[in-house]
Antibody, heavy 123, light 107 residues
Framework: QVQLVESGGGVVQPGRSLRLSCVASGFTFTSYPMFWLRQAPGKGLQWVAAISHDGNRKYYADSLKGRFTISRDNAENTLYLQMNTLGPEDTAVYYC????????????????WGQGTLVSVSS | DIQMTQSPSTLSASVGDRVTITCRASQSISTWLAWYQQKPGKAPKVLIYKASSLESGVPSRFSGSGSGTEFTLTITSLQPDDFASYYCQHYHSYPYSFGQGTKVEIK
C-alpha cells in the first residue's frame, strides 16, 4: 500500500533554513506527481508546492515562491522541500502527498497523504 | 489565482441530522473540486473528487454536487464518526487552494 513518511521537522530559529524529506514506498514513485501541503497549529490547510513525476515542472504557492524549493530524487524514492529564511508564520505540520493518477500534472489531485512532520520556527 | 470561500466555519449538529457545507470559487473551476475530512492529529482524507465522485470506501451518506463556482458537500444522517473538520480544495490550475474549513461539532 502507499506509504509516505515525512522527516526533517523540528525547532529552528527565525531566518534559518530546513530541508524536509518524504520517503515513498508501495508504489512506483517515478510515475507520480507529488505535493507538499501544510497546516499551521489550529488553522486550515495550505497548498505549498507540486512537482511533476520527472521533476521537470514545479509549481508553488505565490506567497512562498522564492523561499521554498520542491525537488525529488527518483532513484531514492524521496521528495524534498527546501525551506529558506524561515519565519514564525512557517510554523506548521508539513505533509507530503501523492497524486491520484500517474504522470498527468494537470488536475492532479493530492490523494494519498503522509502523517506529516512538525516544523516550529522559534527563537 | 483562484480563491475558495467555504461556509459555515463551524456547524453544530446532532446525530441523524442532514448537514450541508458550501464552497464557492472566485472563478469557474468546472468540476475540479475535492472535499477532504480531517480528524484531530490526522492527515486529511479525500471524501469526494471531481465535485461529485465518491472516493472508494467512503460511506454513501456523503455526497457532493455543483460545478463552475458553487459546490456543496452533504452528509445525510450524520454519524458519530463524522464529527470532524471538512475542507474543499480546487485542483483546476496551479496554484491550488483550500477553503477555510468547516468544523462539524456535536450539538
Amino acid at each position: 500500500q502507499v506509504q509516505l513518511v515525512e522527516s526533517g521537522g523540528g525547532v529552528v530559529q527565525p531566518g534559518r533554513s530546513l530541508r524536509l524529506s518524504c520517503v515513498a514506498s508501495g508504489f512506483t514513485f517515478t510515475s507520480y506527481p507529488m505535493f507538499w501541503l501544510r497546516q499551521a497549529p489550529g488553522k486550515g490547510l495550505q497548498w505549498v508546492a507540486a512537482i511533476s513525476h520527472d521533476g521537470n515542472r514545479k509549481y508553488y504557492a505565490d506567497s512562498l515562491k522564492g523561499r521554498f524549493t520542491i525537488s525529488r530524487d527518483n532513484a531514492e524514492n524521496t521528495l524534498y522541500l527546501q525551506m529558506n529564511t524561515l519565519g514564525p508564520e512557517d510554523t506548521a505540520v508539513y505533509y507530503c502527498a501523492r497524486a491520484g493518477n500517474i504522470v498527468v500534472m494537470v488536475a492532479a489531485l493530492p490523494r494519498h497523504w503522509g502523517q506529516g512532520t512538525l516544523v516550529s520556527v522559534s527563537s | 489565482d483562484i480563491q475558495m470561500t467555504q461556509s459555515p466555519s463551524t456547524l453544530s449538529a446532532s446525530v441523524g441530522d442532514r448537514v450541508t457545507i458550501t464552497c464557492r470559487a472566485s472563478q469557474s473551476i468546472s468540476t475540479w473540486l475535492a472535499w477532504y475530512q480531517q480528524k484531530p492529529g490526522k492527515a486529511p482524507k479525500v471524501l469526494i473528487y471531481k465535485a461529485s465522485s465518491l472516493e472508494s470506501g467512503v460511506p454513501s451518506r456523503f455526497s457532493g454536487s455543483g460545478s463552475g463556482t458553487e459546490f456543496t458537500l452533504t452528509i445525510t444522517s450524520l454519524q458519530p464518526d463524522d464529527f470532524a473538520s471538512y475542507y474543499c480544495q480546487h485542483y483546476h490550475s496551479y496554484p491550488y487552494s483550500f477553503g477555510q474549513g468547516t468544523k462539524v461539532e456535536i450539538k
